[in-house]
C-alpha cells in the first residue's frame, strides 16, 4: 500500500520579493552627427533606437520606485546633442553606460540602426550591444 503525503494548503509567503522588470523603448527616432565618412561631417543623420533594461524592483507602485522609460528618451537625445561619434558602436556603448548609471539597471541591451547608411538598398544597418552590471 502507497504512503500518502499528508495534505498541506498552499500559503502564500510573505517575504520580500525581488522582480526584474524589462524597461523597453523601441523605435525612438534621433538625430546625431555620426559616422566615418566625409560627406557625414557636419550634419546630422537619423538613428532609430531600441533599449531594453533589465531592472531590479520591489513592490514598484510609484515611478519613481522604478527608471522612467522618458529618462531613457531624454539621454538618447543628449547624448546625440553631444557632437560627433564616428561609430555607432560608441553610440551604442554610451547610452547603455548612461542606463548603467541608475543602480537597479543590471542590464542594457542597445540597438542603433542607420537607415541611411545602406538606402536604398537596405532598410538599415546598425549594432546592438548588451552591457551586463559586474
Excluded at 558602436?89 to 542597445?110: G, I, N, Q, S, Y
Aim: proline share 5%.
Amino acid at each position: 500500500m502507497a504512503a500518502t503525503l499528508p495534505e498541506t494548503p498552499f500559503e502564500p509567503v510573505s517575504a520580500a520579493r525581488i522582480v526584474v522588470a524589462k524597461i523597453f523603448v523601441r523605435g525612438l527616432k534621433v538625430d546625431a552627427e555620426i559616422g566615418v565618412y566625409a560627406h557625414e561631417r557636419g550634419k546630422t543623420q537619423p538613428l532609430v533606437l531600441d533599449v531594453e533594461l533589465d531592472v531590479t524592483t520591489v513592490h514598484a507602485e510609484r515611478l519613481s520606485q522604478t527608471v522612467n522609460y522618458e529618462t531613457i528618451a531624454n539621454d538618447a537625445r543628449d547624448l546625440a546633442a553631444e557632437g560627433h561619434f564616428e561609430l555607432v558602436e560608441t553610440f551604442a556603448e554610451r547610452l547603455a553606460e548612461r542606463c548603467l548609471a541608475d543602480p537597479r539597471v543590471t542590464r542594457a541591451r542597445v540597438r542603433v540602426e542607420k537607415p541611411m547608411a545602406l538606402a536604398p538598398r537596405a532598410e538599415a544597418a546598425g549594432v546592438e550591444i548588451t552591457a551586463v552590471r559586474v
